[in-house]
């Protein structure tokens, strides 16, 4: 058993939240040891199911390391996936030991596997408004602002 518990708040819909599920997925990663705790649609008030602790404030996804004395947060997709694959590699606090690195075996990969998530986050980021506002996907479709942003 873990010592501490994992809590990955997110909009299951949205792209950078979705690239942390895949990536637990793909890791081998059970739902016992980080838990995907689906934050409802901002419509609807925005906050984690009754079982779980209230939604940690800030945009998502969000990462919470719980623990008895004091809960630590870390906020960003790629910054998440770093965490959890360090702790794959080491095969620390209970998680599945790493058959590899999405981070790199050596110097040269380190960097050009941060080039590759640096394009895709831009490409990732311009793409986003399209979708929401073209598809119906979020709160606000705008086809109009959509087909000119695309």
């Not at 010592?3 to 895949?22: G, S």
């Not at 689906?38 to 009754?50: H, L, Y």
């Not at 209230?54 to 998440?80: F, K, N, W, Y």
Request: hydrophobic residues 40%.
């Amino acid at each position: 058993m873990a010592a501490r518990q994992y809590l990955l708040y997110a909009y299951p819909w949205m792209p950078y939240p979705r690239r942390i599920i895949i990536y637990l997925r793909e890791k081998g990663i059970p739902s016992s040891l980080v838990q995907v705790v689906r934050v409802s649609d901002p419509g609807d008030g925005n906050a984690a199911p009754p079982n779980f602790p209230p939604r940690p404030q800030g945009s998502l996804p969000v990462l919470v390391m719980r623990s008895e004395r004091s809960d630590t947060h870390i906020r960003q997709s790629v910054a998440i996936m770093n965490y959890l694959d360090e702790l794959c590699d080491a095969g620390a606090d209970g998680f599945p030991k790493s058959k590899y690195s999405i981070r790199g075996e050596n110097l040269l990969a380190r960097a050009r596997n941060t080039e590759i998530l640096g394009l895709a986050d831009e490409i990732l980021a311009s793409w986003n408004p399209v979708r929401t506002f073209g598809t119906g996907a979020g709160t606000m479709p705008i086809p109009a602002a959509a087909k000119e942003m695309l």
